[in-house]
């Protein structure tokens, strides 16, 4: 299917596993973005790509791995969960070099962490 | 520092009434971009409009329209005629360079719509 999919859509876990949030799209999109979206705070950018092998922090980006080998993923990883990062995890991707287009977005990861 | 200000953190109004959800943003880029999206009950981001910062010229579509205004940096969003579908929480964001123009978020407006 075209577009842009996350797996798994929803988890539970406990404190201190590894949890390995995935993103993948279609489009060959240069960009890909990581958000989280809480009560009370909207979404936060956690890690962004510019392109295959480039990734820079955002807002909130402790406690998060990320790496890009090929355009289309984009996975997420919590090393060592906490129970703060229980959330809504948005991927979201979008081309071209400027902010002129806007980001597509996955239909979102809702993480537990017990 | 919060860049994207939404002030109204709730809104209710009755079915037909017009509501202008405000957004007022922070930014010393000259060149930037503003974004509308809606997250409707089922969750989703849905992207709504986008505005650069050297186009001011307001928009409408349908029932939808927007006020872009650089002297007061804010970027209003007016739905008329509000049906029960346009319940949601609604997002103003800022795309800036220098983060690599990711989405910088209000925190949002909740706006139900009541028949």
């Known amino acids: 299917d075209a577009g842009i999919t996350q797996s798994p859509r929803y988890k539970i876990t406990e404190t201190g596993r590894q949890v390995t949030l995935m993103c993948h799209q279609t489009?060959?999109?240069?960009?890909m973005f990581w958000y989280r979206q809480d009560l009370g705070h909207g979404l936060r950018l956690i890690y962004y790509?510019?392109?295959?092998?480039?990734?820079d922090k955002g807002e909130v980006p402790d406690g998060y791995v990320v790496s890009r080998s090929k355009t289309e993923n984009f996975p997420l990883t919590l090393e060592s969960a906490t129970r703060s990062q229980t959330s809504v995890y948005f991927c979201?991707?979008?081309?071209?070099?400027?902010?002129?287009?806007?980001?597509?977005f996955g239909p979102g990861t809702r993480l537990t962490v017990l | 520092a919060q860049k994207v200000t939404q002030a109204q953190t709730e809104i209710s109004v009755v079915e037909k009434e017009d509501v202008t959800l405000d957004c007022v943003y922070e930014?010393?880029?000259?060149?930037?971009?503003l974004f509308w999206y809606k997250q409707p009950p089922s969750g989703e981001l849905v992207f709504l409009i986008r505005?650069?910062?050297?186009?001011?010229q307001n928009e409408i579509s349908g029932r939808y329209s927007w006020n872009f205004q650089k002297s007061t940096s804010s970027f209003n969003f007016t739905i008329t005629a509000s049906q029960v579908v346009d319940s949601a929480v609604y997002f103003c964001?800022?795309?800036?360079?220098?983060?690599?123009?990711?989405?910088?978020f209000g925190k949002g407006t909740s706006l139900l719509v009541t028949p």
């Open positions: 930014t010393r880029d000259t060149t930037y971009y």
């Open positions: 964001a800022l795309s800036e360079a220098n983060s690599g123009y990711a989405l910088n």
């Open positions: 489009w060959s999109h240069s960009y």
């Open positions: 505005r650069n910062s050297f186009d001011e």
């Open positions: 979201a991707s979008k081309e071209g070099l400027a902010g002129v287009n806007e980001q597509f």
């Open positions: 790509s510019a392109a295959a092998d480039i990734t």
